[in-house]
């Protein structure tokens, strides 16, 4: 099974909260992502882990930081939520070469 | 990374065979080319991917130019389901280590 499970699937936070979304697979690979998609735009990339306690910023990661001290789970987090952090979250694990398998996304609100 | 060009649209008809072109133009002899597919409310779905020439899978089949700079998505009989984003990735494996660069895609609209 290539499954990966995001959680929650929905947030609503205030401005300065402190934002924790989930994310587990259960391949045991060894990298994983984290995408912030808007509307209109593409998937930009936040960060990757290429495995425990071994993360690399991606193109965007200002405002967050990352834990990964199991393979199967990788966490993104947001401390002092912004308001324009509100987007939709992916995680992805990675498979071989450039497959990539996607979560079914964290929609988080920050008001 | 290689800059890719995709029409931003597309409608077809269900039962057609819908062919998404990508230009590449700079694309390096180390850089492989990547097709994922995004529907509303859902995370990209990776469909295909190849180096050159002609590859084909269950799901869609993917002509590659002899220059490299042109692929064509072909995605035959599609259905309602087949309506999403199509995303054409270009990337060297070994040195971005992973790393896809989604741009804007090609939004497919299906008629019944």
């Known amino acids: 099974d290539m499954k990966v499970t995001q959680m929650p699937r929905y947030l609503i936070k205030r401005m300065g909260e402190n934002v924790l979304l989930e994310c587990g697979q259960d391949m045991s690979h060894e990298t994983m992502y984290w995408y912030r998609q808007d509307p209109g735009l593409g998937l930009q990339l936040i960060y990757i882990s290429y495995d425990v306690d071994s993360n690399s910023e991606g193109d965007i990661p200002k405002g967050y930081r990352v834990s990964r001290k199991k393979r199967e789970h990788f966490s993104l987090i947001l401390d002092s939520a912004k308001t324009n952090q509100t987007s939709v979250y992916f995680c992805?694990?990675?498979?071989?070469?450039?497959?990539?398998?996607f979560g079914p996304g964290t929609r988080l609100t920050v008001l | 990374l290689a800059k890719t060009t995709q029409p931003p649209s597309m409608e077809a008809y269900e039962g057609q065979e819908v062919n998404v072109s990508c230009s590449h133009t700079n694309i390096a002899t180390s850089e492989y080319i990547y097709w994922y597919r995004q529907v509303p409310h859902q995370g990209p779905q990776f469909i295909i991917q190849?180096?050159?020439d002609y590859v084909v899978n269950e799901v869609a089949s993917l002509f590659i130019s002899a220059d490299r700079k042109l692929s064509t998505l072909s995605l035959p009989w599609v259905s309602l389901r087949d309506a999403a984003v199509y995303y054409c990735?270009?990337?060297?494996?070994?040195?971005?280590?992973?790393?896809?660069?989604f741009g804007q895609g090609t939004k497919l609209s299906i008629k019944p």
């Open positions: 190849g180096y050159k």
């Open positions: 992805a694990r990675g498979q071989g070469g450039y497959e990539q398998y």
């Open positions: 990735i270009v990337t060297d494996r070994g040195y971005n280590q992973g790393k896809l660069i």
